[in-house]
């Protein structure tokens, strides 16, 4: 699969946004891994299905995976619409609201 890194995320976060989610993402356990395949259209398939229904979720690159941290992150965010809220050696937390989800579900983001 050709890593797609050209294009922006749908997404656009504030620092303060951004801060809260970190809180929030930071006792999520990983949903996705990257494994030594690298990145596939399943594995984007299934960051997007976890996207809809959690908004922000880890993604876990692994050990012996071709891919970069850096590369993986663009892709997915590229490819899901997601932003990338933050990068930490091979973890990534990615986010996207969906507005289909029932309110008591769905993340609040603090205004500016």
Same mark, same amino acid.
């Given at each position: 699969?050709? %890593?797609?890194?050209?294009?922006?995320?749908?997404?656009? %976060?504030l620092g303060k946004q951004k801060r809260f989610l970190r809180g929030?993402?930071?006792? %999520?356990?990983?949903?996705?891994?990257?494994?030594k395949e690298g990145l596939s259209d399943s594995i984007a398939a299934a960051t997007r299905d976890a996207l809809k229904t959690r908004e922000l979720i880890k993604v876990k690159i692994g =050990?012996?995976?071709g891919t970069s941290a850096e590369e993986a992150a663009t892709a997915l965010?590229? =490819?899901?619409g997601a932003?990338?809220?933050? %990068?930490?050696g091979r973890t990534i937390l990615l986010?996207?609201?969906n507005k289909k989800l029932k309110s008591e579900q769905r993340i609040n983001l603090?205004?500016?």
């Open positions: 699969m050709k %890593l797609e890194t050209e294009g922006k995320s749908k997404v656009n %976060l929030i993402g930071h006792h %999520l356990t990983p949903v996705v891994y990257l494994g =050990q012996n995976c965010s590229v =490819q899901t932003a990338v809220v933050q %990068l930490i986010y996207l609201p603090p205004a500016e």
